[in-house]
């Protein structure tokens, strides 16, 4: 098989130590550098976050990092001082093994909260882990499954670009957020990338990619209390620190990927059947589009709205004008699936059979918004509210 | 039957004109002071607003105001400027037949969005409206179904209060927020007083009662374009305006009144099993505490766990974490249904199978959030996620 899209100078594993009920589902990760690695990570703003953020908060941005652990079945969140210490002890766990100091581990964990890590498990899982290790494709994908929780799909995304430096390699996996379910709703995802970027700008590449896909997207709404994007980039791939354009075009290869990334999990919503798309046109501003977005796309009337094909732009006009933003409604345009419905305050005759139709045929559904306040935008992804996902967040027992 | 309840000087009729498919449920209503009274509104703060909204902003406060006009099964709203000409003339016409001038007259609409009215029909239901008018008990009820959109209940709240100056009479009818479906997202409520107050007086009465109440509740967070809460005060029951004790005692009771009718809004959401009271205690001011609750109350993940009975307090802390106010982790308590779950970051040993029996057991659920930040506290109460919600508003085709 060719394997030339894995990011040089990575090792991946995924096993199966105990935390998931089920055998067959791997719930143990790692990713490994071969050398050091420029580190940075984007973290959840939850007040009541959990202790692998607070580790990952302390240890990054880093420019000495090897390695992310990752657990699933257990978040280790809401687990006071002694959560801290099993987090730095999973850490520690796979730096003894690997013959790295403590601080050159990250971690990430999700599952059910307010449950104590089983230490015991997860240092057997840590010599496991680092004996299962492989440059492969097989081995990326098994540490992506290693990470989901109630996630129908894996999700990847893996990107190259070339820079005058030679190809530069980008790998990233994600598990989904929100409405995944009974036993949290964390959003992680790691980034891997053999591009040689200084530590300088390896935080602000994160941030800007973050701010483009997962800040982009939601569910359910619910900011979790493990969210963590993190970023290695070990710099194989090139002689040199990338700049100029070269920079800007690795930079922007990230983005893109993270965006790929981002969408796959509102699409992979518990029980979703569309995707939705919604974009905020002619805004004053970036942030006045981005609220107005956000707050069709947390509308519990649109998202069922979405689910029964049933173009309903009353309810989404009624969201949009609820938004907390200043528009002149006698400027205002809905479209649904590119369909006019509302115009300048007053309604659209259409052929609303056609719309639904179209909504029933795809698995997204494309909301665009349209104001005469400026030439801002912003574009989020959500997912439709159907049965499936009540049945599935409530037929559950603490 | 004793009818000393009712308001002095009022009467009300609630008839079926055709809005409503329907033939049995009444669509059209009327609320008829015999003199003119002090009127104040409270409206929504959608900028999508309906055209009757429009309408009564101009018309109160008031001191002239002699009737309210109220249709279920159309919103007039997103119709520009033939939904104002519309709501103007349903406001003439039942000034016509009562020989008033229409600027007497307020006008409330609520159903769905988009669609003009059929006027012939609701000139009509003026005529056959006023000729119903009534000063009974079996009148007020039947103004109050004809309100109603899809709620379950009819909802009312009656109570009298002693003054210096003799009895006074409250009667108030409301019809469901937010997950009422297919057709529109509207509270609508009308509140009757025989009391005397000054129209100086009348609009901060109705803004603060509103505020304890109305603004207190939620079923999806969808704020409609139809939201309107009006007060007429006729003063029949007092010789002279209300001054000191008195009129702190008439405006405690509106509250309460009002409190008691918005109440049953998230209990009668469409579907819900429970209605949800959250409690914040311990804030650095009412603002942050609202804030918290209201994010507590708005999380689905926190709705559908309470519709399962299961008290997945991680998810309530998570939430309230996301609330976008700071506060200090281990000062923070959670109790479900009096239960102590999680205390200064650390989860506590409860047994989760009784506390899933009281919820069971029960129509509303207690939530209680305390902080060590202040001494503020906030109350809000608002309905579970349960499939038939979903089903409800998936099911329905524009």
Redesign the interface.
């Known amino acids: 098989m060719n394997e030339d899209w894995l990011p040089l100078g990575f090792r991946w594993s995924g096993h199966h130590c105990g935390l998931k009920s089920n055998s067959d589902k791997p719930d143990y990760s790692l990713i490994v550098s071969d050398n050091d690695a420029v580190a940075a990570g984007v973290y ?6 959990a202790a692998p953020v607070i580790l990952c908060r302390d240890r990054t941005p880093g420019s000495r990092t090897r390695a992310i652990v990752i657990n699933s079945g257990n ?1 280790n ?4 001082s002694q959560g801290i210490n099993d987090a730095q002890k999973m850490a520690a766990d796979v730096a003894l093994e690997l013959g790295l100091e403590a601080e050159q581990v990250l971690v990430m964990s999700t599952g ?4 104590f890590l089983p230490m015991e498990k997860l240092s057997v899982a840590a010599v496991e882990g680092v004996k299962k290790l492989r440059c492969s494709s097989a081995a990326f994908y098994e540490a992506a499954n290693g990470i989901l929780t109630t996630d129908k799909d894996r999700k990847t995304a893996c990107t190259t670009v070339e820079t005058s430096q030679g190809t530069v390699r980008i790998a990233a996996m994600a598990k989904g957020a ?1 409405m995944i379910g ?1 036993n ?2 964390t959003m992680l995802a790691a980034v891997t990338t053999d591009a040689n970027l200084s530590q300088g700008d390896v935080h602000g590449i994160l941030k800007k990619a973050v701010d483009k896909s997962f800040n982009c997207i939601s569910v ?6 493990n969210d963590t994007v993190l970023l290695l980039a070990n710099g194989q791939a090139n002689s040199h620190p990338l700049t100029g354009n070269d920079l800007a075009g690795v930079s922007d290869m990230i983005e893109q990927t993270l965006i790929k990334l981002a969408k796959q999990i509102p699409a992979d919503g518990e029980g979703a059947t569309h995707l939705i798309e919604i974009l905020v046109k002619g805004a004053a501003s970036i942030e006045d589009a981005k609220q107005i977005a956000e707050t069709i796309g ?4 649109v998202k ?2 979405v ?9 989404i ?6 938004a907390g933003i ?2 002149d ?1 006698s400027g ?1 345009k809905l479209r649904l699936n590119q369909t006019l419905l ?1 115009d ?4 659209c005759s259409f052929d ?1 059979a056609l719309v ?1 139709k179209s909504m029933a045929e795809c698995d997204s559904v494309l909301i665009e918004v349209e104001l005469n306040e400026g030439d801002q935008q912003a574009r989020i992804w959500t997912s439709d ?3 499936a ?3 599935f ?6």
Chains 1, 2 share one sequence.
């Open positions: 959840t703003q939850n007040l009541v976050c978040a969140a809401c687990t006071g059910i909260i307010g449950q929100g009974p949290m709703a359910e709404g619910h900011t979790s209390t947390g509308s519990n009337l069922t709205c689910a029964g094909n049933d173009p309903n732009w009353g309810r006009a009624s969201a949009a004008g609820y200043d528009f409604i205002f509302f300048g305050g007053e309604p609303a639904s509210l159907t049965t996902y009540v049945m967040n409530s037929d559950y027992h603490t």
